[in-house]
């Protein structure tokens, strides 16, 4: 990923304000109670639309400077939408990753998840929305 790493206080501050505003009350601490995932994607408290990460990543969404938190290494970069489009689509089919797209607003997050698939909420992307659970069913 290309983009400035951020780091000490200024991570952390950016971390807990993203737990805040998009996380179930009962996670927000970062400590996993009983029952809950520890994926952040798995907690949110908004309904969030469902898209194939493929599809996602190849639209021009006019986001500029965005943060981008992996989960699995907990670094957060500062970077372009652009970038993160451009390190989402050089995965090859075993890369795994488990990351949130966010901005200063707070007012949107996009969740990119190892099972191929995107959560989005407060951006309007123009697509179809993926019917998860139906392909789920028939065991695609």
């Avoid at 190849?58 to 943060?67: D, M, N």
């Avoid at 652009?82 to 797209?101: C, G, L, Q, R, T």
């Avoid at 997050?109 to 659970?133: M, N, P, Q, R």
Wanted: proline share 1%; glycine share 6%; with cysteine.
């Amino acid at each position: 990923m290309r983009g400035r790493l951020a780091e000490g206080t200024f991570k952390s501050d950016i971390v807990d304000k993203f737990r805040q505003k998009f996380l179930k009350e009962e996670y927000r601490s970062g400590n996993t109670p009983a029952g809950f995932s520890r994926l952040l994607w798995c907690n949110f408290k908004e309904q969030c639309k469902i898209y194939k990460t493929e599809l996602l990543f190849q639209l021009q969404l006019g986001i500029e400077a965005v943060y981008f938190y992996d989960e699995r290494t907990d670094e957060l970069f500062c970077t372009t939408f652009e970038k993160v489009s451009a390190f989402i689509n050089s995965f090859e089919p075993w890369d795994e990753v488990d990351a949130e797209i966010f901005d200063d607003s707070m007012e949107w997050v996009i969740a990119v998840t190892h099972e191929d698939v995107s959560l989005v909420f407060g951006v309007d992307v123009g697509i179809e929305e993926y019917d998860y659970e139906r392909d789920m069913a028939q065991g695609e």
